[in-house]
């Protein structure tokens, strides 16, 4: 089945650690996203890609960090340097980003616990 | 800049009411507008969209019309199933913005017997 593999589900981490969370798909998108929810504060997208070797920053990139060697591939890491880096990471894909149809495929997601 | 503003949850509906979520928006350019659809444990999935003013999206019974003169786009189903308990979230994208989108708070909707 085609779609978003996000790892670990579920992550524990001490303060001060670099974190990196996994991010998958076989869809053959070219676009791919990094939002972050919280409660109460809905889904901010920190990084995009729309094609491999290139990303941009979203609204709050800072703090984390993104490659994009492979087209199927996204790691997301939190740095030590996010100030509050507990909460839910949600990756998404689309066909390509100029095609404005708004459709976004997302994984599952993973929660990160800075303890 | 652009903005979504929807309602607070939790909603707590009985089995086959009606519902409506409100959502309006605030937008630099021509938006198009979306509700996507959170259901427990698992990440969102598009419900529906409109692309243009007066523009009605509809899916799996619910339905959003797109009203330029209001900025809103609200949520409405006829008759609600306990399968509809899920968060909902109206988001927006600008003509020639690609697909990123920009996302309201979300609303719980949890529908009992």
């Known amino acids: 089945d085609g779609g978003i593999t996000q790892s670990p589900k579920y992550l524990f981490r001490k303060e001060g650690q670099n974190v990196t969370l996994s991010c998958e798909q076989n869809?053959?998108?070219?676009?791919m996203y990094w939002y972050r929810q919280d409660p109460g504060q809905g889904l901010r997208l920190i990084y995009y890609?729309?094609?491999?070797?290139?990303?941009q920053k979203g609204d709050i990139a800072e703090g984390y960090s993104v490659s994009r060697e492979k087209k199927e591939s996204f790691p997301l890491t939190v740095t030590s340097a996010q100030k509050n880096p507990t909460a839910f990471y949600l990756c998404a894909s689309s066909i390509r980003l100029a095609l404005n149809t708004g459709e976004l495929f997302f994984g599952e997601g993973s929660r990160l616990t800075v303890l | 800049g652009n903005s979504v503003t929807q309602m607070e949850g939790p909603v707590t509906l009985s089995e086959e009411a009606f519902l409506t979520i409100n959502c309006t928006y605030t937008a630099t350019g021509y938006p198009s507008l979306f509700w996507y659809v959170q259901y427990p444990g698992e990440g969102l999935q598009l419900l529906l969209k409109?692309?243009?003013?007066?523009d009605k999206g509809s899916n799996k019974g619910f339905e959003a019309t797109y009203r330029k003169e209001t900025t809103s786009f609200h949520l409405e189903k006829g008759s609600v199933q306990v399968s509809d308990s899920a968060v909902y979230f109206c988001a927006l994208s600008i003509t020639g913005g690609g697909n990123k989108l920009t996302f309201g708070t979300g609303t719980q909707l949890k529908v009992e017997l």
């Open positions: 409109a692309t243009k003013a007066d």
């Open positions: 869809l053959n998108h070219d676009a």
């Open positions: 890609s729309q094609i491999v070797n290139d990303f």
